[in-house]
């Protein structure tokens, strides 16, 4: 006889806004009252939050008033699967970040190869591309969400998660797509157990807050799993399902309309006369000529709130704050204001992106140009090669280089940029200036040029290092002397710790206002990344690019894909920035809802 599962859920209407009184009263009294239920003492309820922001949000609201909390009854629905997946003594889940990218490309390819891509790369003899990579795992993703893998008739997708599951059993982790299903699994398994996962043992209920009314639908079916073991309740807005006003529902049932039929774990308050409908906040609408100018508006009606209220609590809801939210930032800098830390990829600090574009001179096709070697040329927060003996004749020409004159060096001898161009470099500045005034300069400017080709030769073509290794470039242009050389580094690696090696650690520590990542973060954030990458291709029997193009390739994704945390705050601020989704189940006496045009929010 096959059991039936009960799903325990139950909802009731509640005016939109902050948590309930009675719920919060109940929340400030099991934070004090250490007896359990049984013996008089409150119910352990577990509060589910639409979100992040929301969470943090009302925890900070609660520890301003000297409470002492307990967050591991507090928690979104996917800080509460990552418990659970814990409780059930599942693998750890994998990172995303840093170099996961280039383990699960060279894994496709390697599948590709054997064959296992038949209608989307039938070739096995072809090289695979990384779009196909990107493309199967962004498929991938929507599938798992769905609860849809099994289904998709369409091709790659059995093959993909084949790869993933093999990268699973060889790293010992748990990818964040079969998470779901993993916990759904497991909460199947005990449910006749005497022993519940950890994270439900010890709660009465589940408190869900208003959420979404678009969930995955695997989400739901976690949803439904949980509770089977302890009962969910759900506080729910009224409004139009069919427009989105109304909060997401576990079970298509009528809200609770009687106190008395309240899950006895719950507090006993009175339902919300909601008879007369919902209070709209009063709201204004700007006008403006380009997207542009939202930011300005919207700094200036923040300035307008704190000059009346300085304790104003303000909301800003931008589609693209998630991606770049710098101008936000210098905005609000101007008023006195930091936001709180955020996370941004190392490609986008000042450091990041001189180490990415020092390795990058050497390939592709601007490799050389001029453009680039002005830019490292004129740049201070890296410096691209390590100190030179003195010059053999001359002591005041020193490597360095002269930006007026590669200028006027590429113009005269057309030197675009791409392969190639390092030779014709060197030949340009080899030659003997008729300047007499200019030879000195010259010189200088050509023994940057070899200094840095030769610190970057495990990073150069083929040709290029042939190039190099001829002695008519090494010999000055103006002195006929031969230039002294750097010792080059062997591999890819060793010039990644060579050139993280001359940082300084200790730059913009007097200038450092909190809002920005100091070079130690960048620089500790990277190693910690390569390392890791090292030691999943060594795990899982992958190549290890030594030299050349692929090297440097494999440098740019890890900088693209590297998070450093920000300076500032991990504290709650008055002033925050959000998407609309993460501002789900915020509130502030002030919302700003900006850049929302259909090109920054899509909908």
């Not at 940029?417 to 400017?445: F, H």
Request: charged share 20%; proline share 6%.
């Amino acid at each position: 006889m096959v059991q039936e599962l009960v799903h325990s859920i139950t909802n009731e209407e509640v005016h939109p806004g902050p948590l309930p009184d009675w719920l919060l009263d109940h929340v400030k009294r099991q934070s004090t009252d250490p007896l359990p239920n049984s013996e008089g003492g409150p119910s352990r309820i577990l509060i589910l939050y639409p979100g992040e922001q929301a969470r943090r949000e009302n925890l900070e609201r609660l520890a301003d008033e000297g409470l002492v909390i307990d967050r591991t009854l507090h928690h979104t629905i996917d800080s509460l699967e990552k418990s659970l997946l814990a409780d059930l003594r599942m693998p750890r889940i994998l990172s995303m970040s840093g170099g996961w990218n280039l383990i699960l490309n060279a894994a496709c390819a390697d599948a590709a190869a054997n064959f296992q891509f038949p209608i989307i790369h039938p070739i096995p003899e072809l090289q695979w591309n990384r779009n196909k990579t990107r493309s199967l795992a962004a498929l991938h993703s929507v599938l798992a969400r769905e609860g849809r893998l099994e289904d998709w008739e369409g091709p790659g997708i059995a093959g993909f998660s084949r790869v993933l599951r093999e990268l699973e059993e060889q790293l010992g982790g748990t990818h964040p797509d079969f998470v779901t299903d993993r916990v759904i699994e497991g909460l199947d398994r005990t449910i006749d157990s005497e022993n519940p996962p950890f994270s439900l043992s010890e709660i009465d209920g589940i408190v869900m807050l208003d959420h979404s009314p678009v969930l995955p639908s695997r989400k739901i079916d976690l949803l439904r799993a949980i509770s089977q073991h302890r009962s969910i309740h759900q506080l729910v807005y009224p409004g139009n399902f069919r427009q989105g006003l109304h909060g997401f529902l576990l079970e298509d049932q009528y809200p609770i309309s009687d106190s008395e039929n309240l899950p006895y774990w719950l507090p006993r308050h009175d339902l919300a006369d909601l008879s007369e409908g919902v209070e709209n906040s009063v709201h204004r609408r700007f006008t403006i000529q380009r997207e542009a100018h939202s930011i300005p508006l919207a700094t200036r009606l923040i300035a307008e709130q704190l000059r009346t209220n300085p304790d104003a609590s303000i909301l800003l809801i931008d589609p693209t704050s998630s991606e770049e939210n710098h101008q936000w930032i210098r905005a609000l800098n101007d008023l006195g204001i930091s936001l709180p830390s955020s996370q941004s990829m190392a490609s986008s600090k000042p450091l990041g992106h001189w180490l990415a574009s020092l390795a990058g001179i050497c390939h592709g096709p601007n490799a050389w140009s001029l453009d680039s070697l002005r830019s490292l040329a004129l740049q201070e927060s890296l410096r691209i090669f390590p100190e030179v003996n003195s010059h053999p004749s001359n002591n005041e020409i020193l490597p360095i280089a002269n930006a007026d004159l590669l200028s006027e060096l590429a113009r005269s001898d057309h030197i675009l940029g791409g392969a190639g161009t390092l030779e014709r470099w060197l030949t340009t500045l080899a030659r003997e200036d008729s300047d007499v005034n200019k030879g000195p300069i010259k010189e200088a400017t050509q023994w940057w040029l070899l200094s840095l080709a030769q610190s970057n030769r495990p990073l150069l073509a083929d040709y290029d290092q042939t190039a190099l290794s001829n002695p008519e470039f090494w010999r000055g242009c103006h002195s006929g002397q031969n230039l002294p050389q750097l010792e080059a580094t062997n591999i890819g690696d060793e010039w990644l710790i060579a050139a993280l090696s001359r940082v300084d650690l200790e730059s913009g520590l007097d200038l450092a206002d909190g809002s920005n990542s100091l070079p130690a973060a960048v620089v500790q954030s990277i190693v910690d990344t390569h390392s890791r990458l090292r030691r999943m291709q060594r795990t899982t029997g992958q190549s290890i690019p030594q030299y050349g193009s692929d090297w440097v390739i494999e440098l740019e994704t890890i900088l693209s894909s590297t998070p450093v945390r920000s300076g500032g705050s991990n504290l709650y601020s008055r002033i925050r920035l959000c998407t609309p989704e993460e501002a789900l189940g915020c509130n502030a006496d002030l919302i700003i809802l900006a850049n929302i045009s259909s090109s920054s929010w899509d909908l």
